[in-house]
């Protein structure tokens, strides 16, 4: 007999999930009609799960391995002293992403569920807060695929060898079009489940990622411009340590690089069984920061050779990079192998933003997944249709700033904080600590500094951030 330990009816789908946490078991059954007859079909949705720890660890680096990889970390190291800033990033990453990333493991692996039946069965009205947590993933979705489809547009431009000018581009209405093809690709993968459609697509996307940025650097390397690019972004400037806006951005590039704090973690590790928690974390970490540290290696030395203002920032990708490729010999294939590879990355990080909610209605409201991604999909192109409209003739703007630029400050900046902060004291201190303990191997001192960093040290450095970019120290 299974243990029923929570019955939530869906009354419009004339249905009811029944979940067994013992088992980790869904069961759909139809609701008895009226007339009394028996249910007519019961059919056994078992929560879905990775097929390995491998398949595991590949749709996570997907999901951390991102735009914030292959094109902000190299600016944000250029703008914020060069070598020396790899410093507080190295603190960041070890000292308080990687804890949260474990807690969000725990959390998920520990409550079998996703974020907001999570936060529900830690206690009934933290569901707001998972709901918050939604909510702010779906935001930041929206115009995270505003610039995957720019990736997506260039790395056709240079298949197909149509040159293309960013500023034309975005001055037409194309940019909407390819919105709507980045976002199907997402919906497509994230439609197609846990395992055939996420961890596949990781499965693939990943390892040929890592090929092409090691072809790509070992290329760059060779250049005339490599000595001096590389100086230019491994030459510590250990004076700027003292700025206390480096260290924001350190904290704030390592948050958003490792996609902590968003409730992804969270939801995929309540598809994950056993492993260790700290060695799984620990290779999504090492991973995501050593992509991060190659796509530099890559990209400056190319910047460089082709002349250009290495401080270009925001534009440095689909300005000053694609101008590059046009420079450089076989610039075609490389520009091109260069932008497949930055929309491999984009897509594996959408895929696993979109999966927050789309998990959320399947868990909390027993929607079937392909019903939940549509609804979700539609709604995330609405939310995102601000930003894409803002880099097009339209040029939707408020205070003179495009919506996108706002809504990567108010959501990507400020709303990725605080919802990290929701989860690390929802999870620090309410989930209770021996919960916690079961899931990271025991009860020792370890776990005691872990518990202390989890509690104090993450949402104290979490709230330096957010005061630090609200009155905007960072770049
Ligand atoms: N980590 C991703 C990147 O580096 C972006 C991301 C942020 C993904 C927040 C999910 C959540 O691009």
């Known amino acids: 007999m299974l243990l029923l330990t929570a019955v939530v009816w869906d009354i419009r789908y004339k249905s009811a999930v029944v979940r067994d946490t013992r088992a980790g078991m869904h069961i759909k059954v139809e609701r008895l009609s009226t007339s009394g007859n028996r249910p007519r079909t019961v059919r056994n949705m078992k929560r879905e799960e990775w097929s390995s720890t491998l398949g595991f660890i590949l749709a996570s680096v997907g999901s951390a391995v991102g735009i914030g990889n292959i094109w902000r970390f190299p600016y944000v190291v250029g703008a914020n002293g060069g070598g020396a800033f790899l410093v507080p990033y190295l603190i960041s990453v070890l000292l308080f992403g990687l804890p949260l990333m474990v807690l969000e493991l725990a959390i998920g692996r520990s409550t079998g569920t996703s974020v907001v039946s999570a936060f529900r069965s830690i206690r009934q009205r933290f569901s707001a807060a998972g709901l918050v947590i939604v909510a702010i993933v779906s935001l930041i979705l929206g115009y995270y695929l505003v610039i995957t489809s720019w990736v997506l547009a260039y790395a056709l431009s240079f298949t197909l060898n149509l040159p293309m000018d ?19 690709a997402v919906f497509v993968t994230v439609r197609s489940g846990v395992r055939e459609g996420i961890e596949r697509a990781s499965r693939y996307l990943i390892p040929v990622l890592v090929m092409i940025l090691l072809f790509l650097v070992a290329f760059s390397l060779t250049q005339p411009g490599a000595v001096e690019g590389v ?46 928690l700290f060695r799984n974390a620990s290779i999504i970490v090492v991973a995501d920061m050593l992509i991060a540290v190659l796509a530099g290696l890559m990209i400056f030395p190319l910047v460089f050779t082709a002349g250009l203002d290495p401080a270009a920032g925001v534009n440095l990708a689909f300005i000053a990079l694609p101008s590059a490729f046009t420079e450089i010999r076989f610039g075609l294939v490389l520009g091109a192998l260069f932008f497949w590879m930055l929309f491999a990355a984009a897509l594996t990080s959408a895929v696993s933003m979109l999966e927050v909610p789309v998990a959320a209605l399947i868990d909390s409201y027993g929607y079937p997944r392909k019903r939940a991604t549509l609804l979700v999909f539609a709604a995330v192109m609405l939310l995102g249709l601000p930003s894409a409209l803002s880099y097009t003739a339209l040029k939707l703007e408020v205070f003179g700033t495009p919506f996108l630029d706002l809504a990567d400050y108010a959501f990507g900046t400020i709303g990725l904080i605080v919802a990290g902060l929701i989860i690390s004291i929802v999870g620090g201190w309410f989930m209770g600590r021996t919960r916690i303990c079961a899931e990271i191997g025991g009860c020792g001192w370890q776990q005691t500094v872990y518990m202390a960093l989890i509690r104090y040290g993450v949402p104290a450095i979490l709230l330096i951030t957010l005061i630090g970019s609200f009155f905007r120290v960072t770049e």
Do not use: E, H
């Not at 390819?178 to 976002?183: K, P, S, T, V, W």
């Not at 806006?245 to 704030?252: C, D, L, M, R, T």
């Open 231 to 276: 100086g230019f972004y491994l030459s510590p400037d250990y004076s700027r340590l003292t700025d206390p806006g480096v260290w924001i951005a350190a904290f704030g590039q390592a948050f958003f690089s490792l996609s902590v704090g968003m409730g992804i973690l969270l939801t995929y590790g309540s598809y994950l069984k056993g492993g260790d």
């Open 166 to 184: 960013f500023g034309a581009f975005t001055d037409s209405y194309l940019p909407l079009i390819f919105f709507l093809l980045a976002g199907l």
